[in-house]
């Protein structure tokens, strides 16, 4: 099979059958082998009525259902399980993200060899001050902590070789950043291009403002888990001991002072009214937690269980 298409979506039922139709006129224009996959997020309208509907009358429409929203993360990860295709595209399912796009994507993946295409709206429709220019930031951000070289690390429409998808952990928040788990993963031969961005259809957008503070949180997240996720006592303990130390030598100083100025008949005020104590013994503590901390860290990775993220009610063809 050439493309598993995975579009995650949430209560988006007016604009599916559109998408739909668009989709399977590229793929028999290109005479291409697929499947398309939809996520169903939880949607609370009749997404899912449309999905079964458009399975009956095209055998390559496949459908998961989510018993209620579990995010945008573990939509992507359980189309990501099922896709059988040679490349995956993913796409959102609102019509700002073209299908005319798929072609030019699957051709940088089969001929020039990229393990991952992103796509980048250069020119978009949404709000300037409302999503533009937050997303600029947060584009400017991830790449500098990440080192990956997007300019768009939020849109949706990205294509992937099969065994990137399937050497992936997408959890928690994480879709915005594919490209750097794959980069960690080994997948270094990242593209980009740039692809046309449409005004919304149907409906309003899903996410809100609270989606870049969310996103700078999970950029910190993701840098740890980079360079510190399996060895969390290189962190935790090192700063743990340096603070120690720190303390340890300060309460040292602080008692020999001490003993100094006693055995030269000195005026010296008690160990305990010297403030100086209390930092160095709270420096101390700190070091102590941190420690424990990496150590702590290091025995949840090796006693972890892979739980299951979310809970699937239906499934359509799969």
């Given at each position: 099979?050439?493309?598993?298409?995975?579009?995650?979506?949430?209560?988006?039922?007016?604009s599916?059958?559109?998408?739909?139709?668009?989709?399977?006129?590229v793929m028999?224009?290109?005479?291409?082998s697929?499947e398309?996959?939809?996520?169903?997020d939880?949607?609370?309208?009749?997404?899912?009525?449309?999905?079964?509907?458009?399975?009956?009358?095209?055998?390559?429409?496949?459908?998961?259902?989510?018993?209620r929203?579990?995010?945008?993360?573990?939509?992507?990860?359980?189309?990501?399980?099922?896709?059988?295709?040679?490349?995956?595209?993913?796409?959102?399912?609102?019509?700002?993200?073209?299908?005319?796009?798929?072609?030019?994507?699957?051709?940088?993946?089969?001929?020039?060899?990229?393990?991952?295409?992103?796509?980048?709206?250069?020119?978009?429709?949404?709000?300037?001050?409302?999503?533009?220019?937050?997303s600029?930031?947060?584009?400017?951000?991830?790449?500098k902590?990440s080192?990956?070289?997007?300019?768009?690390?939020n849109?949706?429409l990205k294509?992937?070789?099969?065994?990137?998808?399937?050497?992936?952990?997408?959890?928690?928040?994480?879709?915005?950043?594919?490209?750097?788990l794959?980069?960690?993963a080994g997948?270094?031969?990242i593209?980009?291009?740039?692809?046309?961005?449409q005004?919304?259809?149907?409906?309003?957008?899903?996410?809100?403002?609270?989606?870049f503070?969310?996103?700078?949180?999970?950029?910190?997240t993701?840098w740890f888990?980079?360079?510190?996720?399996?060895?969390?006592?290189?962190?935790?303990?090192?700063?743990?001991?340096?603070?120690?130390?720190?303390?340890l030598?300060s309460?040292?100083?602080?008692?020999?002072m001490?003993?100094?100025?006693?055995?030269?008949?000195?005026?010296?005020?008690?160990v305990?009214n010297?403030?100086?104590?209390?930092i160095?013994?709270?420096?101390?503590i700190?070091g102590?937690q941190?420690?424990?901390?990496?150590?702590?860290?290091?025995?949840?990775?090796?006693?972890?269980?892979?739980e299951?993220r979310?809970?699937?009610?239906k499934e359509?063809?799969?």
């Amino acid at each position: 099979m050439n493309l598993s298409i995975i579009i995650p979506l949430l209560n988006e039922q007016e604009s599916l059958p559109e998408l739909h139709s668009w989709i399977a006129k590229v793929m028999k224009e290109h005479n291409f082998s697929y499947e398309v996959i939809f996520i169903d997020d939880g949607s609370t309208d009749d997404s899912w009525k449309t999905i079964e509907q458009l399975s009956v009358q095209d055998r390559n429409v496949k459908g998961i259902r989510f018993l209620r929203n579990f995010g945008k993360s573990q939509a992507l990860h359980a189309g990501f399980a099922k896709a059988q295709g040679d490349v995956i595209i993913t796409m959102d399912a609102d019509l700002q993200d073209s299908p005319d796009e798929i072609p030019g994507l699957f051709s940088m993946i089969t001929k020039d060899n990229y393990d991952l295409v992103s796509g980048w709206k250069k020119k978009r429709y949404d709000s300037v001050i409302g999503k533009n220019l937050p997303s600029k930031l947060f584009n400017w951000a991830a790449r500098k902590t990440s080192g990956v070289k997007l300019n768009d690390f939020n849109c949706g429409l990205k294509a992937y070789k099969n065994i990137v998808v399937k050497n992936v952990e997408v959890s928690g928040e994480m879709h915005r950043y594919i490209p750097v788990l794959a980069k960690n993963a080994g997948f270094g031969n990242i593209g980009e291009k740039v692809v046309i961005h449409q005004a919304r259809k149907y409906g309003s957008s899903k996410f809100g403002m609270s989606r870049f503070i969310n996103g700078f949180l999970d950029l910190i997240t993701i840098w740890f888990i980079s360079k510190f996720g399996k060895r969390p006592m290189h962190l935790f303990g090192a700063m743990g001991v340096v603070m120690f130390l720190i303390g340890l030598l300060s309460a040292g100083y602080i008692g020999i002072m001490k003993l100094y100025k006693i055995y030269s008949h000195e005026t010296a005020i008690l160990v305990t009214n010297n403030p100086w104590f209390y930092i160095a013994l709270t420096t101390m503590i700190i070091g102590t937690q941190l420690f424990l901390a990496g150590f702590l860290g290091e025995i949840i990775l090796r006693t972890k269980n892979n739980e299951e993220r979310y809970k699937i009610s239906k499934e359509l063809n799969l």
